[in-house]
């Protein structure tokens, strides 16, 4: 079965510090994997993918297929990625499989 | 470009009422269509989605139903809700390309309060 664990449904850290938003996924084939996001007051949206390799507002996502995970990091928070997150698996069908969400709160 | 309408966009309905929500997308042809309900520490669950016209596939067994009757639109509906049909729902939209998963664009959502 396809599943998508994400650990911590809230995270805090200050401003200027490095987060990690921990994602783990059970899937036997060859998986796509997302991160979105929502802003306060703001639609879900895409924030990165895997495969493409990008490093989008800080934020990067490595998929470690051998530990089953595609946490996502920045290296110094700011106040404004506070939003809630969503790690996201696809295999091979046409939907997506999405974790439980994590908050993300930055103190200033 | 492509835009993705959810309406209404709060909606607070008596238990065993009935429920029509619709979503329409603009700008495209042929999208996969989803509905989602976002509930505190539940995170999003796919409800149904749709891959063509008429065609429907359900995710989680419940009493809404979901019908897609031209292209571009999708209609969430129940005949009786219940109490624990309360919550976020997001329509969302997705280019079909026939591989996997490209992406998925959501809609504002609308809140349902079942009282």
């Known amino acids: 079965a396809q599943r998508v664990t994400q650990p911590e449904k809230l995270l805090s850290v200050f401003k200027g510090a490095p987060v990690e938003l921990k994602c783990n996924y059970s899937?036997?084939?060859?998986?796509?994997l997302f991160w979105y996001v929502q802003y306060s007051r703001q639609r879900l949206q895409l924030l990165l993918r895997?495969?493409s390799r990008e490093s989008i507002k800080g934020f990067t996502a490595d998929l470690n297929k051998g530990e089953t995970s595609f946490h996502l990091k920045k290296p110094f928070a700011q106040e404004e990625d506070s939003a809630m997150y969503y790690c996201a698996l696809s295999g091979d069908t046409d939907k997506l499989i999405f974790g439980t969400g994590t908050r993300l709160q930055v103190f200033p | 470009s492509q835009t993705i309408h959810q309406w209404p966009a709060t909606l607070v309905q008596p238990v065993g009422s009935p429920l029509s929500l619709e979503c329409t997308v603009e700008g495209t042809s042929n999208p996969n269509l989803y509905w989602y309900r976002q509930a505190a520490g539940r995170g999003l669950q796919l409800l149904f989605y749709s891959v063509g016209i008429g065609q429907i596939s359900s995710e989680v067994p419940q009493n809404l139903s979901a019908s897609r009757p031209q292209d571009r639109q999708f209609i969430l509906s129940s005949k009786k809700l219940l109490l624990s049909d309360s919550g976020f729902y997001l329509c969302?939209?997705?280019?079909?390309?026939?591989?996997?998963?490209?992406?998925?664009?959501f809609g504002p959502g609308t809140r349902l309060t079942v009282t």
């Open positions: 969302a939209w997705e280019p079909r390309t026939g591989v996997g998963v490209y992406e998925q664009y």
């Open positions: 895997h495969i």
């Open positions: 899937y036997s084939g060859s998986p796509e």
